[in-house]
């Protein structure tokens, strides 16, 4: 039964780390609603949030959270509210689906070390794409720009010892542990057989589990990961679940 | 005057940094008896050694510790002792000859970074020729071997912040205080106005100062060191004063 499936990727994504109702809620209005003039009805959002096991008072706080942020922007219309996103978070989450959305397909694979002057602006270096192997060494992919008064080399054949030295930075554990829902999931849901409602909260929540790992490195080209690389094979799955479960229309969602 | 030149440069040089006479008297061989078969003989080395203000009691000391440590012979020819390079320590001064007096015009150019799998072998970094810049992290010649495990890649243009880095590692301090009586010695010592015995002791005393800075770095091309590089200014003096005072006949050296 397709359902027992759902319901089962339901439960194992909604139980992977600590799933923040705020959060997961930006990442179904970057999913359902990122096209400019989208917004969600209340009544949408409350029956999507239910069906993912969040209380009506939970998503009050969280929507109050993301006004107050500037995240969201809400209107009444007649007695129903409106929300969408703002300009700003729009822009923003345009820029983090680039990669969220990116195609698995391996394009990029040559890449450089940098060598920085001191062990400051390590931050910058890791918002420039860079993962940082020791202090003052880091990698990242040959597109990556590094301030211009480090060293940068080209990389050449990696050697296997850096790969695993590198895969604990790429959060390899938190791959490995998003692997067996992905793989259950796509061997066990079939296309057509979830509702609009459904799609919605799927799509969510593999959007949610996989941007929440992605979005904490930067990009490596393959050359520098192991073989066989879980976020490479987590990348494919959740590639070839949305595709098989397209984005609904939000007006087909049946409200409880 | 030349002699006042003479003994101004040999009081200079014997001055720097503590100066062992086994370690003294191994550049005497080094430079002067360094061919197959040649040899010192006895009141010859004591003229040398007095020359250089070395008492009698400690150049038999010398001598002794130099043979206990297989690195000299002595064979009595009469009443005279003869003293030479032994065939290991010929060969190992014949290694180190290849830097001592290699010529200071710059050869090759290229250089590379090592990444090393973990901080141990570091020794044996250092053996093959290159410079520890970080932990894990080594700068070299383009020829210097790593080892087949280590990630080596290809030396860019070099920062100034980098050529900074490097020359302390270079021992920068111990080149600029080696360069004044260097240029002392060229500005103000003539070729042909010293005798054999001067001249003996004017090349043990350069290569000796020389080599002690030398050996104990590695060989880097001259695209890792800053502008205007104080070691590349001594070598430059070394080399011409050698040229200037070519290596006299023993059998010229008139003994006291």
């Known amino acids: ?3 027992d499936a759902y319901d ?4 194992a994504l909604l139980a992977m780390g600590r799933q923040r109702v705020w959060s997961l809620m ?5 999913d359902l609603a990122q096209a400019e003039g989208s917004a969600i009805d209340g009544p949408v959002l409350s029956s999507i949030m239910a069906e993912m096991d969040v209380r009506p008072e939970a998503v009050r706080v969280a929507l109050y959270r993301l006004r107050n942020d500037g995240w969201i922007t809400s209107e009444k219309h007649g007695r129903t509210g ?3 996103l703002t300009p700003t978070s729009r822009t923003e989450t345009r820029r983090a689906s680039k990669r969220i959305y990116a195609s698995p397909v391996a394009q990029l694979d040559s890449w450089q070390l940098v060598l920085s002057e001191d062990t400051e602006g390590s931050a910058a270096m890791i918002r420039s794409g860079f993962v940082p192997l020791l202090p003052r060494v880091y990698l990242g992919g040959a597109t990556a ?11 050449a ?4 010892w ?5 895969a604990p930075l790429m959060l390899e554990a938190e791959y490995n542990a998003l692997l067996p829902p992905l793989q259950n999931a796509h061997d066990r849901l079939e296309a057509g057989q979830l509702n609009p409602l459904q799609t919605a909260v799927l799509r969510c929540l593999l959007v949610h589990n996989w941007r929440r790992i992605l979005l904490r490195h930067p990009a490596l080209p393959r050359a520098l990961l192991p073989d066989g690389w879980p976020g490479h094979r987590c990348h494919v799955l959740v590639d070839a679940l949305l595709a098989r479960f397209p984005r609904p229309v939000i007006e087909d ?3 409880i």
């Open 1 to 3: 039964m397709p359902a």
């Open 8 to 11: 089962q990727t339901k439960t």
């Open 26 to 30: 930006a990442t179904l209005f970057g």
């Open 82 to 84: 409106r929300h969408a």
């Open 145 to 155: 720009l590094a301030p211009a008064e480090c060293l940068a080399l080209k990389g």
């Open 157 to 160: 054949t990696v050697p296997d």
């Open 162 to 166: 850096l790969h695993s030295q590198i």
């Open 253 to 255: 969602i049946v409200t």
